[in-house]
């Protein structure tokens, strides 16, 4: 298992911008594929992106694409999500979460059984 902490969650104007961060323990990090997620109030967990161990590829759901971008520095065992022209509707805990698999695949990503550590979450207000 490992172990993962989120920040820079906050309050944001709608049309703003944040950068969540996702510092993750342990020496194996450059060999994980990470994924993020968010859920809303009376809503379930959803996907947003992920991105594989080098960085080098990446996937988001549609609704954040094009605003969001999932990068990883492997030299901080940290993974980001930055998060652009924000709507009330992007309002939600964020949660990291590492791909269990050991492999990278783009099959499954959306799926929450596909991570087996995840976050405390962090979140995100935004006002319009």
């Known amino acids: 298992q490992v172990q993962l902490v989120e920040s820079g969650g906050g309050l944001v104007q709608a049309g703003g911008s944040l950068r969540l961060s996702c510092v993750a323990s342990?020496?194996?990090?450059?060999?994980?594929?990470m994924g993020w997620f968010r859920q809303a109030p009376g809503k379930e967990r959803e996907f947003v992106a992920h991105?594989?161990?080098?960085?080098?590829?990446?996937t988001y759901a549609d609704s954040v694409k094009g605003r969001f971008t999932i990068s990883k520095d492997n030299a901080k065992n940290t993974v980001y999500l930055q998060m652009n022209s924000l709507t009330p509707e992007d309002m939600a805990v964020y949660y990291c979460?590492?791909?269990?698999?050991?492999?990278?695949?783009?099959?499954?990503?959306?799926?929450?059984?596909?991570?087996?550590?995840w976050g405390q979450g962090t979140q995100v207000t935004v006002s319009s």
């Open positions: 991105i594989s161990r080098s960085g080098a590829s990446n």
């Open positions: 342990g020496r194996t990090f450059s060999s994980l594929n």
């Open positions: 979460a590492r791909d269990k698999r050991p492999y990278y695949s783009t099959s499954y990503i959306t799926e929450t059984a596909t991570y087996d550590s």
